[in-house]
């Protein structure tokens, strides 16, 4: 259990220690990374993954419940060398990449502390934690999140087929290229993980004057990369 466990908790907690802090820096009253811009933002979450990636290497690196099912509706008979495809073993990844996110998000607060306390907009607040639409349709919104994550995940599972180590930053490249072209309509969660564990920090830290916490949303960053990774995992099966 603790060669999943350790690995992807501490890899999805670095993972949104570092990409909610790039979404802070460039969204909070007074950061010196203040109105930075989306390639800024788009950069920092690709570095978030290298990081992330790197930190769980012994599980495998998934650091997204996507990954997982993914791996899982492709078939494959292990999760990660010696690690292998059962339903106690997916429950472990993703209850690991879920507590991870929440505390990752919440170092990212404390980091941040005193900028939040000058950030009067609750809406900036919240984005450093999760995502949101910019039109909100959640019927768009989930086709979006849907096509992203399909991207990210066929992508990562095709990287197997190729004869060379390319290693953490193709990944880390992929989620900036995937924020560049995709991003826009919803901010990418790809993760489930990443946009729930956050959006639980977020509900529970003392955040000064910090508003809702948009559950009404909160399905959509959850079902949409679901679907995008079970999607991406059956295809790369016939492929």
């Given amino acids: 259990m603790s060669d999943i466990f350790i690995p992807e908790f501490l890899g999805t907690a670095m993972l949104l220690l570092l990409g909610a802090g790039v979404v802070a820096n460039v969204l909070l009253t007074k950061s010196k990374g203040f109105d930075g811009g989306w390639l800024l933002i788009n950069f920092g979450w690709g570095l978030a993954v290298f990081a992330?990636?790197?930190?769980?290497?012994?599980?495998?690196?998934?650091?997204?419940?996507?990954?997982?099912?993914?791996?899982?509706?492709?078939?494959?008979?292990?999760?990660?060398?010696?690690?292998?495809?059962t339903a106690g073993n997916f429950a472990i990844y993703i209850v690991a990449q879920v507590l991870g996110a929440m505390v990752g998000a919440a170092l990212a607060y404390l980091a941040y502390?005193?900028?939040?306390?000058?950030?009067e907009d609750a809406g900036l607040k919240l984005a450093v934690f999760s995502t949101g639409p910019e039109i909100r349709s959640y019927g768009w919104n989930l086709v979006t999140e849907?096509?992203?994550?399909?991207?990210?995940v066929f992508v990562v599972l095709s990287f197997g087929n190729w004869p060379g180590d390319i290693g953490p930053l193709a990944v880390a490249l992929l989620v900036v290229g995937i924020?560049?072209?995709?991003?826009?309509p919803t901010g990418y969660a790809i993760n489930p993980a990443r946009d729930l564990g956050p959006r639980i920090a977020h509900a529970l830290l003392p955040i000064k004057g910090?508003?809702?916490?948009?559950?009404?949303?909160?399905?959509?960053?959850?079902?949409?990369?679901?679907?995008?990774?079970?999607?991406?995992g059956l295809l790369s099966t016939v492929v």
């Fill in 52 to 85: 992330g990636v790197y930190v769980s290497f012994a599980s495998g690196a998934h650091i997204n419940p996507a990954v997982t099912f993914g791996i899982w509706a492709s078939g494959a008979e292990e999760f990660a060398t010696g690690v292998p495809v």
């Fill in 113 to 119: 502390k005193k900028h939040f306390d000058e950030t």
């Fill in 146 to 152: 849907i096509i992203g994550t399909f991207v990210l």
């Fill in 179 to 184: 924020g560049a072209s995709l991003g826009g």
């Fill in 210 to 232: 910090k508003g809702s916490s948009d559950w009404s949303y909160a399905w959509v960053p959850i079902v949409g990369p679901i679907i995008g990774g079970v999607a991406a």
